[in-house]
């Protein structure tokens, strides 16, 4: 018998805003803090704030009956390319919320999503795999979020809004509210900036900057 191991993949800045919210649920589940580490694969070093950082496969090599592992990385792509290997290693994809996050009615949200303090998702909200809220941001109502979506700290996702799979949302941006029928839509990888006041549909691919939020021309 060997006791699960659970890992936060990713132990840069924000793994290291994660791992203290998975350490919590650990200790509320009476689990020992040193089944608690990080995964990188350039490791910082052997140790980051007291927990031990290994390679993926001293992840894999170290004896454990079950392995659950947070992918905590804000690109999109490289959390898609890693839960392929979550899932081709079996190992499970684990959900971390933060003890003070809000979920009000009929809310889903996909596996190894990662919801940190202040989050509040209203209701009858659909929320795909690996999505990140950072501190502070909100989905209201109706809002349909697909895979590998991030939300950098403080995005006001309002209600009836679809975010297409890896978009990435910047820190304070504000989506206008949609219509029932008509939501407001952020196409598929596409990029909000910073601070970015979205009030129409937001093309696959592109990136809107400003208030009201534009095309960014390069
Ligand atoms: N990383 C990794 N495997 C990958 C890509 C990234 O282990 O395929 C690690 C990388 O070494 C770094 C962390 O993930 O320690 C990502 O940190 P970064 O500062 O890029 O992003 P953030 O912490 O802001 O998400």
């Known amino acids: 018998m060997n006791d699960p191991l659970y890992a936060i993949y990713g132990a840069s800045g924000f793994g290291r805003e994660v791992l203290p919210l998975g350490r919590e649920l ?6 020992a ?23 993926w496969q001293e992840f894999l090599d170290e004896p454990a009956d079950a392995r659950c592992v947070s992918l905590a990385i804000a690109n999109g792509a490289i959390r898609e390319k890693l839960s392929n ?17 809000v979920e009000l009615d009929d809310v889903a949200v996909g596996e190894g999503a990662i919801l940190c303090a202040f989050v509040t998702l209203t209701s009858n909200i659909r929320i795909g ?3 990140h809220a950072n501190i502070y941001s909100y989905v209201a109502h109706d809002c349909v979020i697909g895979d590998f979506v991030t939300f950098a700290p403080g995005v006001m996702c309002n209600g009836n809004v679809v975010v297409e799979d890896h978009a990435y949302i910047g820190t304070g941006a504000i989506l206008r509210q949609g219509k029932p029928g008509r939501p407001l839509r952020i196409g598929r990888g596409a990029v909000v900036g910073m601070g970015a006041v979205v009030t129409k549909d937001v093309a696959a691919g592109a990136t809107v ?6 095309p960014l021309v390069k």
């Open 33 to 55: 803090s040193d089944r608690l580490v990080f995964i990188d694969d350039a490791p910082p070093g052997q140790l980051v704030n007291g927990h031990r950082v290994l390679t």
């Open 129 to 131: 795999r690996h999505f």
């Open 209 to 214: 900057v400003g208030n009201p939020a534009r």
């Open 85 to 101: 290997r979550l899932c081709d290693h079996g190992v499970t994809p684990w959900n971390i919320s933060a003890a003070n996050k």
């Open 26 to 31: 650990l200790v509320r589940a009476g689990v």
